[in-house]
């Protein structure tokens, strides 16, 4: 069963072959930590230095951990990460019963399952305190999940009159972000830490909305229709809905993601091509360019030191990049240690404050035709610097 987010993008596809791996994943997922331990022993020295607050002149080496798959599963998506590197996505194709919310920690991966009556699940957003949101169904419903090591995993509803949710982002505070949907519309939604229900409405003319992340102010960010387009937007509980407009030339824009300062991260669309942004409440959108030889970039997310990653074709294809303000953008795949030579990084999604970054291999190696989640023969891997 598709998701409401992928209902509303008009997302493409590729065919890819997946080999299917005979070993245990969790096994795979020792071996790779055990190497990955070696590593760092014999090559501290070695290394120049890390991402510094703010970017830095001379790139950061990352060591890269492969984060397996379930057993009898060959793709995996790392969508979010906390500040103790734990990360959260799935395992499986993006549809079909074979699709599991799971959580990667330093004991391997772990199975969050599905809500009662399920067989398909996915995990979006992790905070600090490893409290876990996505989407799963049940029955024939989709509804947005909250779990927890204590509870295990809770349906949080939908508004009234609607029948199906999903969750995409939760604060440190526990307020929870993603959409509500019934018959007629798709409604971005702010689940309070009262645990009550917020419909946050849509830009003006618009007719749905989505909202995917929110920060430890509980501003959030999202995609909404309106009478100009799809846009970007910024919602606070003072002033609403914001539109962040589009870069010159433009005629679409969506944000991912938000950091504490309130720089927003996503991209902007239009008939020459499709660029990341970085939006501040000062300089507005800021074209963060591509990578040599491209024409298109993504922008997924975004730390509290303004360090962006995301994906960007390249003249080697499509590649995942760590965009910083010194620095500009960087293909990820020139920052990865000998070890993993012959891994190509297509994209990554999320980065905490201490520069581990969330990132995937496979499916990209031709310019994207639709929404970011429609995976093809996606592998997790975590890279800390």
């Known amino acids: 069963m598709k998701s409401t987010q992928e209902k509303m993008d008009n997302a493409g596809s590729q065919d890819a072959a997946a080999t299917k791996q005979s070993e245990d994943p969790n096994m795979r997922a020792r071996k790779s930590a055990k190497s990955l331990l070696v590593f760092a022993a014999v090559s501290i020295p070695l290394i120049l230095g890390r991402a510094q607050p703010g970017g830095s002149q001379i790139p950061p080496l990352y060591a890269v951990l492969d984060l397996g798959a379930l057993t009898g599963e060959s793709i995996s998506f790392a969508r979010d990460i906390n500040a103790s590197g734990h990360v959260v996505g799935r395992s499986g194709y993006i549809t079909g019963s074979q699709t599991r919310a799971i ?32 989407t799963s169904n049940t029955n024939s419903v989709v509804r947005a999940f909250r779990w927890t090591n204590s509870s295990g995993m809770q349906d949080l ?11 995409f982002h939760v604060n440190n505070g526990g307020q929870v972000v993603g959409t509500s949907s019934g018959p007629k519309w798709v409604r971005a939604v702010l689940w309070r830490s009262d645990g009550k229900i917020q419909n946050l409405g849509t830009l003006p003319g618009g007719t749905s909305s989505r909202a995917v992340a929110v920060n430890e102010s509980g501003q959030v960010v999202g995609t909404s229709t309106s009478s100009s387009g799809k846009r970007a937007f910024l919602w606070t509980s003072s002033a609403g809905m914001q539109d962040l407009g589009t870069l010159p030339g433009h005629d679409s824009s969506e944000a991912f993601s938000i950091n504490n300062s309130g720089q927003v991260v996503g991209y902007s669309s239009g008939p020459n091509g499709t660029r990341a942004f970085l939006w501040t409440s000062s300089a507005g959108m800021q074209d963060l360019g591509t990578l040599p030889g491209g024409t298109y970039s993504r922008a997924f997310g975004i730390n509290n030191f303004g360090q962006v990653v995301g994906t960007s074709t390249s003249s080697l294809g499509t590649r995942a990049f760590l965009w910083t303000n010194i620095g500009g953008m960087q293909d990820l795949n020139t920052m ?18 201490v520069g581990q970054i ?6 990209g190696e031709q310019a994207p035709t639709g929404d970011h989640e429609e995976e093809h023969f996606y592998r997790a891997f975590l890279l800390t610097p």
């Open 103 to 134: 959580r990667w920690t330093t004991g391997g991966i772990e199975l969050l399952g599905t809500l009662p009556g399920g067989d398909y699940s996915a995990a979006f957003g992790i905070n600090d305190a490893g409290v876990v949101v996505g």
């Open 157 to 167: 509803g939908t508004l009234p009159k609607d029948n199906g949710s999903e969750a």
């Open 336 to 353: 990865i240690s000998a070890l993993d030579l012959g891994l190509v990084l297509s994209e990554a999604h999320c980065i905490n404050d």
């Open 358 to 363: 969330g990132a995937l291999s496979g499916g």
